[in-house]
């Protein structure tokens, strides 16, 4: 299983998504139909790449339904009240991989 947290890839396979969370590439399909944060780009060949947003949207799901055991209903609204909350956390979480990409990047160069 890959390790998409320290990978330094922008995008990846439904494959490799379904197996992080161990889950079947329908669910996630179809968790997409569901959730509207949930939102890969699609090549023009309709394969979508995820990225590590894309992914923090899922595992907010997966947490969700699969270990607080809501309906997708349930979810759905809890997604709608603590929606500022997620995505603050999100956009604070991108902008600290953006800085440890940075400082990566000038340590690399020393």
Not at 62 to 74: A, S
């Amino acid at each position: 299983m890959i390790d998409i947290e320290n990978e330094k890839r922008l995008y990846f396979s439904i494959k490799e998504v379904a197996e992080h969370f161990q889950v079947n590439e329908s669910l996630l399909r179809f968790w997409e139909k569901e959730f509207s944060v949930i939102n890969p780009r699609k090549t023009s060949g309709g394969t979508r790449q995820y990225s590590k947003t894309d992914i923090e949207s899922i595992a907010v799901v997966y947490h969700l339904l699969k270990e607080q055991g809501l309906t997708i209903d349930g979810a759905k609204q809890k997604l709608k009240t603590k929606k500022d909350e997620y995505q603050t956390k999100s956009a604070i979480l991108a902008k600290l991989e953006a800085v440890r990409k940075e400082l990566n990047d000038l340590m690399n160069e020393l």
